[in-house]
């Protein structure tokens, strides 16, 4: 009987200490709110090994960890209203690790996946699940169950996660110039329509935006884990005016406290971004139309408005 009461008093603890938890993390949510959210942000999940070899325990222990923070942090992106969220869950340059190692993480991928499709939280937010990189590179249970988690999700019309698996940026963009030249090739785009924003319309994830109406939001906050200060090749294209937080602890570590930073430093230096991006957009305009301009001069048999026709 003692037992039973310190089980229920231990049970009745731990359901004070969750509610007080939510409470402040709703609280906090709320405040942060009342300032500008960043759009899309952008995650490097780094140091699962390293949590791992800290703890004593298996690797395959420490990326399971890291996917159960995964999720979590979905459900704290989409409650501050954050529309893309994108990790790099397995760049290409991975595939160098022992085959163990990646046979385990080939495994957590497919439950995971599989784990997001039925996510009570993601379902409930009609969240979209996209899967972006060289799914061909993958192997076939992986791939499979990415194309599937995309099938099931895509007419979803809440936020999006973006789950990068075999990727780089430079393959990214190395992709979506190829797709312009088709395009262009095949005639469904016209050369002089051919600019960065063409080019970012065809990079991975942007197919789905489009479909929405809308191309895929520039990253406005990167964050990386674990101390490390380099973008190791993720997002390099769509992340030109984000917001760039390191922060020093491992991503199994990662907590709700620290994604509030991290967005709290995005709003300090949110004004100066949007005057950089708005700077950049004016000047791409002006030259755009100083184009059209001299081609129009340019072209013959043209007439500029006012002048006379030699006779």
């Not at 499979?144 to 075999?166: I, Q, S, Y």
């Amino acid at each position: 009987m003692p037992e039973r009461r310190a089980d229920a008093r231990g049970r009745r603890a731990r359901t004070i200490v969750s509610v007080v938890r939510d409470g402040c993390r709703r609280f906090i949510a709320r405040a942060l709110r009342a300032g500008p959210i960043p759009r899309h942000v952008a995650v490097i999940m780094d140091g699962n090994r390293r949590f791992a070899c800290a703890s004593g325990v298996a690797l395959a222990r420490g990326h399971a960890r890291g996917a159960d923070v995964l999720r979590e942090a979905c459900a704290w992106c989409f409650e501050l209203g954050v529309e893309t969220l994108s990790v790099y869950a397995l760049s290409t340059e991975n595939f160098k690790r022992s085959e163990r190692e990646l046979e385990a993480l080939f495994d957590l991928a497919c439950g995971e996946i599989g784990t997001l499709i039925d996510d009570e939280g993601l379902r409930l937010r009609e969240a979209r699940v996209h899967v972006s990189g060289d799914l061909d590179a993958l192997p076939k249970r992986v791939r499979d169950k990415a194309k599937e988690a995309m099938e099931k999700t895509k007419d979803n019309r809440g936020p999006m996660l973006n789950v990068c698996m075999a990727y780089t940026g430079r393959e990214d963009i190395a992709r979506a110039v190829m797709k312009t030249r088709e395009d262009v090739r095949g005639g469904a785009l016209d050369a002089s329509e051919v600019d960065e924003r063409a080019v970012a319309s065809r990079l991975h994830g942007a197919e789905r935006e489009i479909e929405l109406g809308a191309g895929m939001p520039e990253v406005d906050l990167l964050v990386r884990t674990s101390g490390e200060t380099r973008l190791s090749d993720f997002m390099l294209f769509n992340a030109r005016f984000a917001k760039l937080v390191f922060v020093e602890v491992l991503w199994p570590d990662f907590t709700f406290m620290d994604l509030v930073h991290a967005v709290w430093q995005y709003q300090l230096g949110a004004k100066d971004l949007k005057r950089s991006r708005q700077a950049y957009d004016d000047a791409n305009a002006i030259e755009a139309e100083s184009a059209v301009v001299a081609e129009v001069r340019v072209q013959p048999g043209r007439v500029a408005k006012g002048a006379k026709r030699s006779v």
